[in-house]
């Protein structure tokens, strides 16, 4: 049966699983595909020019996944409290807590990713970057589990 909080939650999960699946496609898949193929067939900066286009375009639609995945988050909390008169345990904020910030520090740091490092050319910081996103990730994905699961 379809709920208004089940499809709710089929938002968010389906914007993690984009969000999530671009920031590691883009960088080590995408990319390196690119810069082979524009190697090959492109003057350098041509080439510089597709990456750059490549990321702007993902940093564009990873700005309006991030929000998506921020309002139905913030639903889903206010949902769980609804069902519970909002006596949430001190466990459960704690997660939430830890859960927000790191997916803060993801949006912060995807942000640095497509804003500077690609521009800039930083390919190998711009790598470490993209695997710390990556690790976040799970462990995001792991304090949503916990949250949800126990």
């Given amino acids: 049966m379809f709920t208004f909080r089940a499809v709710v939650l089929w938002i968010h999960l389906a914007a993690i699983i984009v969000w999530v699946g ?3 496609v883009v960088p080590f898949v995408a990319m390196p595909a690119v810069r082979r193929f524009a190697g090959e067939h492109l003057a350098p900066e041509r080439a ?3 990456i750059e286009t490549l990321v ?3 940093q564009r639609f990873s700005r309006e996944l991030f929000f998506t995945i921020l309002l139905t988050g913030i639903f889903n909390l206010i949902n769980a409290g609804w069902l519970t008169n909002f006596s949430y345990p001190s466990a459960y904020l704690q997660l ?3 859960k927000f910030i790191l997916f803060l520090t993801m ?3 995807q942000a640095w990713y497509s804003l500077k490092l690609v521009p800039q050319g ?5 790598l470490w970057s993209a695997l710390v996103n990556a690790l976040l990730a799970a462990v995001v994905l792991y304090l949503g589990l916990k ?3 126990g």
């Fill in 56 to 58: 702007r375009r993902f």
């Fill in 48 to 50: 510089a020019a597709l």
């Fill in 122 to 126: 930083k390919t190998r910081t711009a």
């Fill in 107 to 109: 949006g912060v740091n």
């Fill in 147 to 149: 949250l949800r699961f």
């Fill in 22 to 24: 671009g920031m590691i």
């Fill in 96 to 98: 939430v807590g830890a």
